[in-house]
């Protein structure tokens, strides 16, 4: 337990675990699991303190009584007794938003402990994205970002006062595009676009991906260029910052066309309709769990509904979470590569600098350097390389010191892993520049170009979804 504060511990349960028990029922299991685990990390005391909870592989508690089968990507987790109490509503199994990386950041940030981040709609990556699904942040806009919202919300203001003709502001949407929308039916309109996408089906996506998504929808609208409210952005924030949680069922998008449906979802959990999670409430009508946290509902004026709901959030939330994964799995893939090739007390100056550098591609340079770093080979193409290597390469350079037997290659599959793996590092590095550019991109229809010299609205296709659909 690290400073006391409690033990957690994830265990994938493997195949050959499964068969060895698998006369034996499933709380047994789990039972017989923890006495190991808690054996295998030398815990102090009896056990008794602690809980074994069981965890399907797509992230929700299961009933133990109900599974007599353990899949292989179930897993179990290791933690102080009540630790999941927070998320169990009404002794129903519900998502508990496990994230991939760290189950311990599932409590390890309390509200009031979490490091504040301003989002201004330039600066968000990947990386911290990540960090705001897993409760390392609370957030805030930056000054700037206020004053941009400010200045945009003012040419939507006075294009409705005027009577201006602006697609889904003052018309309809869609082939209703000519219909003029009189003043007082403004507000209506954004609220029935909401409701009328709200169609998806399917389990809500977890609580680590929707708090990626609402992040991500404020930190586009942060850009100044959709036209909301800053109220109506001050009360995005502190939902997520309280972990007010709308429905976002995980089918129902028009895939690369944008993210209507999730997002118009995620609107209708902040207007009080439809369902919410939060810690004080689980599952419940999204009105109720607002009021339980002391937050009030979306009240929508003219452009707003379209400016919740018009983007690729959704799609580029994923998109980030997959690329954080794949980073992770690629360096790992390195480190095992030169694993497998010192154990095979492999030839390292396969991976010397000049042999990549006549090829340079960047994956497969970027490769080599890890791997010869690895297995601190920098220098074996010298001379003097028996000085320099490890203990394992440098028994077989003694074997062979003097003899005429001497291991001129390694098999194909060793000697081309920079040629490989490279590809996948560059392969990564486009998706990173696409999803970082994404990320911090205005995505909605009409915007609203504060950036003009007279500050106007303009009708394009930001919205489609192409870029993170790669």
Same mark, same amino acid.
């Given at each position: ?38 054996? *295998? ?24 009584? #109900? ?84 200045? #945009? ?41 909401? !409701? ?6 399917? #389990? ?168 010869? *770093? ?6 074996? *193409? ?38 490989? *793996? ?34 106007? !609205? ?13």
């Amino acid at each position: 337990a690290s400073k006391g504060r409690r033990v957690c511990v994830k265990v994938f349960l493997s195949s050959v675990v499964r068969t060895l028990t698998k006369e034996v029922d499933a709380s047994k299991q789990i039972a017989a699991m923890k006495l190991e685990i808690l054996r *295998h990390l030398k815990y102090p005391g009896d056990g008794n303190d602690c809980e074994l909870v069981l965890v399907s592989s797509g992230g929700s508690l299961r009933d133990e009584d #109900s599974c007599d089968v353990l899949r292989d990507n179930d897993f179990l987790v290791l933690c102080k007794k009540n630790c999941f109490a927070a998320v169990r509503v009404n002794n129903c199994a519900v998502n508990i938003g496990a994230s991939y990386y760290d189950l311990c950041e599932l409590q390890e940030y309390p509200v009031g402990e979490r490091k504040i981040l301003e989002l201004d709609g330039e600066s968000l990556n990947h990386e911290i994205l990540v960090a705001i699904g897993i409760r390392k942040y609370q957030l805030k806009l930056s000054d700037a970002a206020v004053a941009k919202i400010n200045q #945009s919300r003012k040419v939507v203001d006075d294009a409705v006062k005027n009577g201006k003709i602006v697609y889904g502001l003052t018309t309809g949407f869609g082939a209703f595009k000519d219909k003029v929308i009189e003043k007082d039916q403004v507000k209506e309109l954004q609220i029935n676009l909401i !409701t009328s996408h709200s169609c998806g089906v399917g #389990s809500p996506l977890s609580q680590m991906r929707t708090r990626m998504v609402l992040a991500l929808r404020i930190n586009v609208l942060a850009k100044g260029y959709s036209g909301i409210r800053h109220e109506t952005m001050e009360k995005m924030v502190q939902a997520l910052n309280a972990d007010c949680l709308p429905y976002i069922p995980e089918k129902g998008s028009v895939g690369a066309s944008g993210d209507l449906a999730p997002l118009s979802h995620l609107a209708l959990g902040l207007m009080g309709q439809g369902e919410m999670w939060s810690p004080k409430t689980g599952w419940g009508p999204a009105n109720e769990v607002l009021k339980a946290n002391n937050l009030t509902v979306l009240e929508l004026e003219a452009k707003e509904g379209l400016a919740l709901n018009n983007g690729t959030q959704v799609i580029t939330a994923l998109g980030a979470e997959a690329l954080y994964r794949a980073e992770m799995i690629a360096k790992q893939a390195d480190v095992v590569a030169a694993l497998t090739a010192e154990v095979l007390e492999g030839v390292p100056e396969q991976f010397s600098k000049d042999v990549h550098d006549v090829r340079p591609h960047p994956g497969q340079k970027l490769a080599a350097s890890r791997l010869r *770093h690895l297995m601190h080979a920098s220098n074996l *193409h010298l001379p003097d390389a028996g000085k320099f290597a490890s203990e394992i390469i440098k028994s077989r350079l003694d074997r062979e010191s003097g003899s005429k037997s001497k291991k001129v290659q390694d098999v194909y599959s060793i000697r081309c892993i920079p040629q490989v *793996h490279g590809v996948v590092h560059e392969t990564i590095a486009f998706v990173k520049h696409i999803l970082t550019t994404e990320i911090n991109s205005v995505t909605d229809n009409p915007m609203v170009m504060i950036n003009r010299e007279t500050p106007e !609205t303009a009708s394009a296709g930001n919205f489609h979804g192409e870029y993170p659909g790669k």
